[in-house]
C-alpha cells in the first residue's frame, strides 16, 4: 500500500521528466544527459523520504510529495525589472551579480562583471556549452545523489544555475552574488537550480547565494550547490533564504575541501513554510578549517531544518559551528549536526554549538547534535542549549529605564547578531539587520 | 608509540578468566516459541488467568513487531525459534569446595575484595549450614516485614500478593512497548517484586538480600518497583563479580513507580560474559527499563555501572509525569576488545518544575563501539522543567570508537535544556606526570579513568562504589593510552 502512494507521489516528477527531456531537443545526447537520466532513475527508486527515515525523522516533506508542482521550461521575464528587484534584494553590493528566474538565467538583470583571464563567473547551462571540458570535470562529482531522493531529483533536473570557476592564485575582492527570483504564477511550479563553485590553488572568493520571490505564493525550490575549494584557497560563501511564506525550499550544498584550504559559511533561513538546509563538507585533506555559522528566524506556521555533516576523513583539521534559532509563533525548528571524526584523523579539533531561544509557548525545537569519533587523539565538543530570555539579563535593562518590550527585543537582537555579526560582507550584515528589526516589530505587534 | 600498541595488545589477548560452566539438571520447554510454550511456562508457575492471557496478548502483538534495526550495535540475526525459554534450575553439581574452583577466579574475586561465603555462593560451591542462604534470606524477609515492605521473586508476588501485580505490571513499559520488551512480556521466567508502603524508609540497600538469592532468574527477567507516598528504597541490580551465565540473549524488563514525595534509588553494576577477543559469544544485553515519577516531588534515579556483555543496549528512562518530581541518570559504559555499547536514556517531562540530569561516562578501548543515546523531551504542560546533561567519552587506543546521539525536543518556553559533550583521550602529559610521581603507567591509567568516572562513582552506595572503582581497574587492566 505504502509502495503504491509511493509511485503516484512520484508521478508528478516523472512527467515533469519528460516534458524537461523534450524541451532539450537535441541537447539530450550530451555526456550529461546519461546522468540526468541515472540520477532520474535513482529518485524514481528512492522516493520522497517519510519521518520514517532517521535523517527525515522532524521533517515531514509530506505536502511536497502530496502536492503537484510544474517544471518551468523557458525563461520569461515575468515582469521582474530591476525595479522591482531593487526592493528586494541586498543593497550596496559592488560586484558581479548573476539573476535566476524560476531557474533560468535572466541576461538583461545580471551583471557578470569583469574578470581577470580564465576566471569564469557565467550561468551553467552557457558553461555547458562552451566550458563543457572544464565543467564535467567537476559537476555531480560531490553532490551524491545515491542516498538523497531531493539531490537526485536537482540532478534529474540539472539544466541552470550559476558557475563559477576561479583560477590558480587569483584574489576576487568582490563578492559574487546569485538571486533566485520566484515570481507569480496560478499554478505552483517547482525550480531546480544547480550552482557549481571551483575555486584552485591560492584562490579566494566570496559568495553570496540570496533566495526571494516577488509574490508570497506557493512553490517549491530545490537547489544543489557544490563547491570545491583546492589547496590553500579561501572561500565564504552566504546563503539568504527569504522565500515566500507559502513557499518549500530544499537547499543542499556539498563542500569538497582540499590541503589547508579555509571555508566558511553562512546560512541564514527566514523565509518559506517549509524549509531545509543540508550542508556536507567533506575535510579530505590536512590542514583544513571549516566555519559553518548558521541563523534560523521563524515564526507562524514555518517549518525550518539545518542538517549539517562535517567529515573530518584527515588528520590536523578544525571545524567550528555555531548554529542559532529564534523561534516564535507556532514555527518548528530543527537542527541537526553530525561531526564524523575518521580513524586517521589524528589531532581534529571539532567544536559545535547550538543555541535555540523560544519566544512562544506554541514553538517546538528538536535538536540533535551528533559525534561520531573512531581516533584516540582528537579534541571534539559540542553544547545545545534550548531556552528563554534571561530574566536577570531583562532587570539590569529594566532598571536602566528600558521598557520591557524593548529590553527583549535587543536582547533577542543581540542573540541573533553573534551570528550575523560574522558575515564579512557590509551589506549583508546590513541587510540582516533590517529583517532583524522587521521581524522583533512585527512579533511586536503579533504579540 | 610502539610498547603502547603492546599493551594494547596484550590487553586484547587477555582472556575472560572467569569462563566456566556449571551443570544443571533442569525442566526443560522443548525448543521453540509458540502459544503452547507460553501456555506451559505460565502452568509451571502456577499463573492466574489473567496473566496467561496478559502473556498471550504481549505474543500476538509480538509477532507482528520487527527486529529493531537502528541502534550502533551489529550482531548476527537471533533465531528466536531456536531459543529453550523456560528451564527451571533443579539441582546443582558444583564443586565441592572452593579448592577446586579456578584459582584465577578467586584472585578476581579477592582484587574486588568478595567475602569468602558470596564467593561459594558466585562460584556455586554447595553452602554449607551455617551460611544457609535460605535462612540468611528468611531474617532479612522478617525484618522487612515488620516495616510492611515486600520483597519477593515475581512468581511469590503473583501468588501472594496478586492485585498489586495486576494493578502496576505494564504499567510503565506496557507490553506493546518495543520488541524486546514485548517478548519479555510474553515469556518472562521470573524476577523481583518490591513494594514499599506509605511513608517507610527501606531501612537496607536491598542489594544485599538480592545478591545472595537472586542468582538464577534467568534470561528474562521481570522487575517491579512500587514506592507509596513518601517511602524511600535504594536497589542494586547485579554484581561488581563476574557472572557466570550461559543465555546468549538477555531481554530483561525494569518497571519502577513512585507516587507522592516517594524515592526510588536504583542501581546497576553488570560485568556479563563480553565474549572472547575475536568478539565471538558473550552476552547480549537488550533492556528495557523505565521509571514512573507519578506523583508530586517524587525522585527516580537510575545509576548504571557496565562493564560486561558483548553488546548492551539499554536507554533506562523517567517518566517525569508529577509535578516538581526529579529524574536522574549516572552512567559508565566500558567496551573493551569487540564490545559494543549502545546506551543512554530518555528523559520525559510533562509536570510543572520537573527537573532532569544526565551524566554519561563513556570509555572505549581495543575495538569497542559506545554510543550514547538520549531523549530529552519538554511538553508543553512542563513549564519551568529544566534538564542538563553532560556525557563524556574516553578513547584508549585509535580502533575504538565514541559515539553521541543526543535528541532534544523542546515545546515549552519556561523551560531550559543544556546539553554538553566531549571526548578526549588520556594525556601523554598526564602519564608523564604520574610516572614521575613513581606510578606505574596502569595505576596512572586506572587513576584518571576513575577520576573521570568520579561523577557516576559518587552515586553509587558505599561499598559498591569502592567495588565498581576496583573492577573498572581489572576491566581495562594493561591499557595504556
Not at chain 1, 545526447?29 to 537520466?37: E, M, T
Not at chain 2, 514485548?182 to 513494594?195: I, M, Q, R
Amino acid at each position: 500500500m505504502t509502495q503504491l502512494t509511493n509511485n503516484r507521489q512520484n508521478d508528478w516528477c516523472l512527467s515533469n521528466f519528460e516534458l524537461f527531456e523534450k524541451s532539450l531537443n537535441g541537447d539530450s545526447a550530451l555526456h550529461i544527459h546519461a546522468i540526468r537520466k541515472a540520477a532520474m532513475e535513482r529518485f524514481a527508486k528512492l522516493g520522497f523520504p517519510t519521518t520514517r527515515d532517521e535523517e527525515w525523522r522532524f521533517t515531514s516533506v509530506a505536502p511536497i510529495a502530496s502536492s503537484t508542482f510544474n517544471a518551468v521550461l523557458d525563461y520569461a521575464p515575468d515582469g521582474i525589472t530591476e525595479k522591482n528587484l531593487k526592493n528586494l534584494i541586498v543593497d550596496g553590493m559592488n560586484g558581479s551579480r548573476l539573476v535566476f528566474i524560476n531557474g533560468h538565467f535572466s541576461r538583461d538583470l545580471s551583471d557578470c562583471g569583469s574578470f581577470p583571464h580564465g576566471v569564469k563567473v557565467e550561468n551553467l547551462s552557457g558553461a555547458l556549452k562552451n566550458d563543457i571540458g572544464l565543467v564535467n570535470q567537476y559537476l555531480t562529482r560531490y553532490a551524491r545523489y545515491d542516498d538523497n531522493a531531493f539531490t537526485a531529483l536537482n540532478t534529474g533536473f540539472l539544466h541552470d544555475g550559476a558557475f563559477i570557476y576561479v583560477p590558480e592564485g587569483i584574489v576576487i575582492e568582490d563578492p559574487i552574488y546569485l538571486v533566485f527570483v520566484s515570481t507569480e504564477s496560478d499554478a505552483s511550479f517547482v525550480s531546480h537550480p544547480r550552482n557549481l563553485i571551483v575555486v584552485s590553488r591560492n584562490a579566494q572568493v566570496c559568495i553570496v547565494e540570496h533566495y526571494i520571490s516577488v509574490e508570497k505564493n506557493s512553490y517549491f525550490t530545490n537547489t544543489v550547490t557544490e563547491i570545491v575549494a583546492g589547496d590553500h584557497s579561501v572561500v565564504e560563501h552566504t546563503k539568504l533564504q527569504s522565500e515566500s511564506l507559502k513557499a518549500f525550499h530544499i537547499g543542499s550544498m556539498y563542500v569538497h575541501q582540499g590541503p589547508a584550504s579555509n571555508f566558511t559559511s553562512n546560512s541564514i533561513s527566514f523565509g518559506g513554510v517549509l524549509a531545509r538546509n543540508n550542508i556536507t563538507a567533506l575535510l579530505d585533506a590536512e590542514g583544513c578549517e571549516c566555519t559553518l555559522n548558521g541563523l534560523t528566524l521563524s515564526t507562524g506556521q514555518q517549518h525550518i531544518d539545518n542538517h549539517t555533516t562535517i567529515d573530518h576523513a584527515k588528520p590536523h583539521c578544525n571545524s567550528h559551528e555555531l548554529y542559532k534559532a529564534i523561534l516564535d509563533g507556532k514555527s518548528k525548528g530543527v537542527f541537526n549536526g553530525k561531526i564524523y571524526v575518521r580513524k586517521d584523523a589524528q589531532k581534529t579539533d571539532a567544536k559545535q554549538t547550538n543555541k535555540t531561544l523560544l519566544l512562544s509557548d506554541n514553538a517546538t525545537m528538536n535538536t540533535k547534535p551528533q559525534l561520531e569519533i573512531f581516533a584516540d587523539d582528537v579534541k571534539c565538543t559540542h553544547g545545545a542549549t534550548v531556552g528563554y530570555l534571561d530574566a536577570e539579563a531583562l532587570f539590569y535593562l529594566r532598571s536602566r529605564g528600558i521598557d520591557s518590550e524593548a529590553a527583549r527585543d535587543m536582547l533577542t537582537y543581540a542573540f541573533a547578531s553573534d551570528v550575523t555579526d560574522r558575515v564579512k560582507i557590509e551589506g549583508v550584515r546590513e541587510y540582516l539587520s533590517g529583517v532583524l528589526h522587521a521581524r522583533l516589530e512585527q512579533g511586536r505587534s503579533e504579540g | 608509540m610502539s610498547t603502547e600498541t603492546s599493551t594494547i595488545q596484550q590487553l586484547a589477548d587477555r582472556d575472560y578468566k572467569w569462563g566456566f560452566v556449571t551443570k544443571i539438571e533442569a525442566d526443560t520447554a522443548p525448543r521453540g516459541l509458540n502459544e503452547d510454550i507460553i501456555r506451559f511456562i505460565s502452568a509451571k508457575k502456577n499463573e492466574p488467568e489473567w496473566l496467561l492471557e496478559w502473556r498471550l496478548k504481549a505474543y500476538r502483538h509480538w509477532l507482528t513487531m520487527e527486529e529493531p534495526k537502528w541502534p550502533n550495535v551489529h550482531y548476527p540475526a537471533i533465531d528466536y525459534q531456536d531459543a529453550i525459554y523456560y528451564s527451571a534450575p533443579k539441582q546443582k553439581n558444583g564443586p565441592k569446595s572452593l579448592d577446586e574452583v579456578d584459582p584465577e577466579l578467586l584472585k578476581t574475586y579477592e582484587k574486588l575484595g568478595i567475602s569468602l561465603t558470596e564467593q561459594q555462593r558466585l562460584t556455586g560451591v554447595a553452602v554449607d549450614a551455617v551460611f544457609d542462604s535460605v535462612s540468611v534470606a528468611t531474617t532479612f524477609k522478617e525484618k522487612l516485614g515488620e516495616l510492611g515492605v515486600i520483597f519477593c521473586s515475581f512468581s511469590e508476588a503473583v501468588r501472594e500478593h496478586p492485585d498489586l501485580v495486576k494493578q502496576h505490571l505494564g504499567s510503565v513499559v506496557p507490553y506493546t512497548d518495543n520488541f524486546f520488551a514485548t517478548l519479555n512480556s510474553a515469556v518472562f521466567s521470573d524476577g523481583s517484586f518490591c513494594y514499599i508502603p506509605k511513608g517507610v524508609r527501606c531501612p537496607m540497600e536491598l542489594s544485599t538480600y538480592f545478591r545472595i538469592n537472586a542468582a538464577d532468574t534467568g534470561q528474562f527477567e521481570r522487575t517491579l518497583i512500587v514506592a507509596e507516598e513518601g517511602a524511600y528504597v535504594s536497589y542494586l541490580e547485579g554484581c561488581t563479580a563476574p557472572m557466570r551465565d550461559n543465555n546468549q540473549l538477555h531481554a530483561a524488563v525494569v518497571e519502577l513507580v513512585a507516587m507522592d514525595n516517594a524515592q526510588i534509588k536504583y542501581s546497576t553494576v553488570q560485568n556479563w560474559y563480553p565474549g572472547d577477543k575475536n568478539g565471538k559469544g558473550g552476552i547480549y544485553n537488550f533492556v528495557t527499563k523505565r521509571g514512573k515519577c507519578a506523583g508530586v516531588n517524587s525522585k527516580i534515579s537510575w545509576t548504571q555501572v557496565e562493564t560486561g556483555s558483548a553488546i548492551t543496549w539499554k536507554y533506562p528512562g523517567v517518566i517525569l509525569q508529577g509535578d516538581n518530581s526529579i529524574g536522574e541518570f549516572y552512567s559508565v559504559a566500558v567496551t573493551n576488545n569487540r564490545q559494543q555499547a549502545d546506551t543512554g536514556t530518555k528523559m520525559i517531562h510533562i509536570g510543572k518544575n520537573t527537573r532532569s540530569t544526565i551524566v554519561s561516562k563513556g570509555i572505549s578501548g581495543g575495538f569497542g563501539n559506545n554510543s550514547y543515546r538520549g531523549l530529552v523531551k519538554i511538553q508543553k504542560s512542563a513549564s519551568n522543567s529544566r534538564n542538563f546533561s553532560q556525557c563524556d567519552s574516553l578513547l584508549l587506543g585509535d580502533k575504538c570508537g565514541a559515539h553521541t546521539f543526543p535528541y532534544i525536543e523542546v515545546r515549552n518556553t519556561s523551560s531550559k535544556v543544556e546539553h554538553e559533550a566531549s571526548t578526549s583521550k588520556i594525556g601523554e602529559d598526564q602519564i608523564f606526570y604520574c610516572k614521575q610521581r613513581g606510578l606505574s603507567a596502569e595505576d596512572a591509567v586506572n587513576m584518571i579513568v576513575n577520576g573521570f568516572c568520579k561523577e557516576v562513582f559518587r552515586e553509587l552506595p558505599m561499598e559498591f562504589a569502592v567495588e565498581a572503582q576496583k573492577l573498572l581497574g581489572v576491566s581495562l587492566e594493561g591499557s595504556v593510552g
